[in-house]
């Protein structure tokens, strides 16, 4: 593949020529060389890249991304890691639909306050037992 310079792969790939700088100061990219004061990659950093963004919305760490690369070798994916992080996300997953059908129910409730709503009452009681705790409410339901 070609070299582009910093600033046609920050427009290329979406993400700041900073974080890109901030990206090989981590060992997460490497630039192959320079161009006057600018910084050089191959166009391959594009994919390496997308894996980037693809592991950070997934939950992953940087450290955790860089461990899954290789310098001029193919990502090492970690399969044990995916599971855990895919347990991880099903538990956020849970947390949200619970809070969401909260909102919902507090949204529709006809209970002329919701603090006389039995359900919203139990709502705000598994919010105070919760604080600080990690493990979420049954999805679909207001326990």
């Known amino acids: 593949m070609k070299a582009i310079d910093i600033a ?3 427009k290329r790939s979406g993400t700041p020529a900073s974080t890109l700088r901030y990206y090989e100061e981590r060992g997460l990219i490497q630039s192959i060389g320079r161009r006057g004061l600018k ?3 191959d166009a391959a950093v594009l994919n390496r890249l997308a894996l980037i963004t693809l592991g950070q919305g997934a939950g992953f760490s940087l450290d955790e991304i860089r461990a899954m690369f290789a310098t001029d070798a193919p990502p090492r994916i970690d399969r044990q890691l995916l599971h855990s992080k895919a347990d991880e996300l099903d538990l956020s997953i849970r947390r949200m639909i ?9 949204a529709e409730c006809p209970a002329p306050d919701h603090m006389e709503c039995p359900t919203f009452q139990r709502l705000i009681k598994v919010a105070r037992g919760r604080r600080g705790r990690t493990a979420p ?7």
């Open 39 to 41: 910084r050089v990659f």
């Open 8 to 10: 046609e792969l920050a």
């Open 98 to 106: 619970a809070l969401r059908n909260g909102l919902r129910h507090a």
């Open 137 to 143: 409410p049954k999805a679909g339901r207001i326990v």
